[in-house]
C-alpha cells in the first residue's frame, strides 16, 4: 500500500512540474486558436506539432453543414412566399418519378446486360432532369408564341429542335465519325 502512495505523489510531483512547464505552451497554443491563420503558423513552427494539421477539417465540415442549412432556409423562403398554382406544381415536381422497373427493363434491352439498382436510380433522375429541361424550353416556345394553357405536342417539338440546333439533345441515329483512326 504505502508503494502505491509512494508511486501517487511521484506522479503527482511530476505531474505538477510538468503543468508549469506545459502550462505555458497551452496558453500559448490557446491564444494561437484565436489568432490569425498565419500568425498561427509562424509560432506553431517554433513549437511540436501536435497533429493539428487536421483542424482545417472540422471547420470544412461546420462550413459544408452552415451553408447546408442555409439553402435549406432558402427553399423554405422560397417555397413559402409561392402561389397556390406554383406549389401545386412544386410538389407534382417532387412527387414525380420514372417507374424504376420500366427504366431497368429498357437499360438490359439497350446494353444487353443486367443493371443494378444504383444504376436505375441514377439514369431515373437524369431522366427527370432531361423531361425538365425539354419542358422548360417547350414552355418558353409556347410563350414566345403568344399562347397559353397546356402544352401541346407543336410546343415540345419545337423545343426538342431548338435544343438539338444548341447541341444539348443527341440527334437519335447513329452518325458515323468523321474521322477513322484504322
Known amino acids: 500500500m504505502d508503494e502505491i502512495l509512494d508511486d501517487l505523489k511521484f506522479f503527482n510531483t511530476t505531474t505538477d512540474s510538468r503543468k508549469d512547464s506545459e502550462t505555458s505552451d497551452t496558453a500559448e497554443g490557446t491564444a494561437n486558436d484565436t489568432e490569425t491563420d498565419t500568425d498561427a503558423k509562424d509560432k506553431k513552427?517554433?513549437?511540436?506539432d501536435d497533429g493539428d494539421g487536421a483542424e482545417p477539417c472540422p471547420k470544412k465540415i461546420k462550413t459544408k453543414k452552415e451553408l447546408e442549412e442555409e439553402e435549406r432556409e432558402?427553399?423554405?423562403?422560397?417555397?413559402?412566399n409561392?402561389?397556390?398554382?406554383?406549389l401545386d406544381r412544386y410538389?407534382?415536381?417532387?412527387?414525380?418519378?420514372?417507374p424504376k422497373a420500366a427504366v431497368k427493363r429498357l437499360m438490359q434491352t439497350i446494353t444487353g446486360c443486367s443493371v443494378s439498382q444504383n444504376v436505375v436510380i441514377a439514369m431515373s433522375g437524369i431522366a427527370k432532369v432531361f423531361v425538365g429541361e425539354v419542358v422548360e424550353e417547350a414552355l418558353d416556345v409556347m410563350e414566345t408564341q403568344g399562347e397559353s394553357g397546356a402544352l401541346q405536342p407543336k410546343f415540345i417539338r419545337e423545343a426538342v429542335r431548338k435544343l438539338r440546333s444548341k447541341g444539348r439533345m443527341p440527334i437519335g441515329r447513329f452518325q458515323p465519325p468523321y474521322f477513322r483512326l484504322n
Open 45 to 48: 513552427s517554433n513549437t511540436e
Open 74 to 80: 432558402r427553399m423554405q423562403v422560397l417555397v413559402s
Open 82 to 86: 409561392f402561389t397556390e398554382e406554383q
Open 91 to 98: 410538389e407534382m415536381y417532387r412527387r414525380s418519378a420514372f
